[in-house]
């Protein structure tokens, strides 16, 4: 049966087993073999990563043709105004590409949020607020480009879903293997589709 792992990645943490000093690497926290990422997430951003064995549950994953949607909470310099929400709702022109219509709303800081080393750049004069942005792309720094197109630059990223899957019960740089019911969905054909049971729990780990 495929693997599938969720990890909440660290800041400054690069999305790969190799060793990259000064960086941390996934071999420093993920102990298990023969996984590898399922999209990626820039050293500079938090949360939610996915891991697997198998190419096609990566696939399905990563591929934008699918269009699993990626929520962020994203802390931004300034509060935007509803023009600025509205333009990412509509669709942002990035020079190179202009982004499908995002979802976002203005939220407060997540209560579970865990403090960032180092922390973020702040001016005494600007405040700063959060967002909730979803997307269904995942173009290079797309969050960070569009929030900085509209005037408000990301100070800091989280991803903290991608589809069904959260961060929720994952503390720092913790992951959990899911359960196959879980990923079911994702799952090839080539492999049975598990029936859901309480008694199937996935495994967690430190």
Same mark, same amino acid.
């Given at each position: 049966?495929?693997?599938?792992?969720?990890?909440?990645?660290?800041?400054?943490?690069?999305?790969? $087993?190799?060793?990259?000093?000064?960086? &941390?690497?996934?071999?420093?926290?993920?102990?298990?073999?023969?996984?590898?990422?399922?999209?990626? +997430?820039?050293?500079?951003?938090?949360?939610?990563?996915l891991l697997t064995d198998?190419?096609?549950?990566?696939?399905?994953?990563?591929?934008?043709?699918?269009?699993?949607?990626?929520?962020?909470?994203?802390?931004?310099?300034?509060?935007?105004?509803?023009?600025?929400?509205?333009?990412?709702?509509?669709?942002?022109n990035l020079g190179n $590409?202009?982004?499908?219509?995002?979802?976002?709303?203005?939220?407060?800081?997540?209560?579970?949020?865990?403090?960032?080393?180092?922390?973020?750049?702040?001016?005494?004069?600007?405040?700063?607020?959060?967002?909730?942005?979803?997307?269904?792309?995942?173009?290079?720094? &797309?969050?960070?480009?569009?929030?900085?197109?509209?005037?408000?630059?990301?100070?800091? +990223?989280?991803?903290?879903?991608?589809?069904? $899957?959260?961060?929720?019960?994952?503390?720092?740089?913790?992951?959990?293997?899911?359960?196959?019911?879980?990923?079911?969905?994702?799952?090839?054909?080539? $492999?049975?589709?598990?029936?859901?049971?309480?008694?199937?729990?996935?495994?967690?780990?430190?």
């Amino acid at each position: 049966m495929p693997k599938l792992i969720l990890f909440n990645k660290p800041y400054g943490m690069i999305c790969q $087993f190799t060793p990259s000093p000064p960086h &941390q690497c996934l071999a420093d926290h993920v102990a298990i073999k023969g996984v590898y990422p399922a999209g990626r +997430l820039d050293t500079d951003s938090e949360g939610l990563l996915l891991l697997t064995d198998t190419g096609s549950i990566q696939a399905r994953i990563a591929d934008p043709q699918h269009k699993l949607p990626k929520t962020y909470w994203v802390q931004v310099e300034g509060r935007p105004d509803e023009a600025a929400l509205e333009a990412l709702r509509q669709g942002v022109n990035l020079g190179n $590409f202009v982004t499908l219509p995002a979802e976002v709303r203005l939220i407060d800081e997540p209560s579970r949020l865990w403090p960032r080393t180092p922390p973020i750049r702040s001016r005494a004069n600007i405040p700063t607020a959060w967002l909730e942005l979803t997307i269904r792309e995942g173009k290079n720094r &797309q969050v960070r480009r569009m929030t900085a197109k509209v005037g408000y630059p990301t100070l800091r +990223l989280i991803r903290a879903r991608i589809g069904n $899957f959260t961060l929720d019960g994952l503390a720092l740089a913790q992951w959990r293997e899911a359960a196959p019911e879980e990923f079911r969905d994702l799952l090839p054909r080539a $492999f049975p589709h598990p029936k859901r049971s309480s008694q199937n729990l996935p495994k967690q780990r430190d």
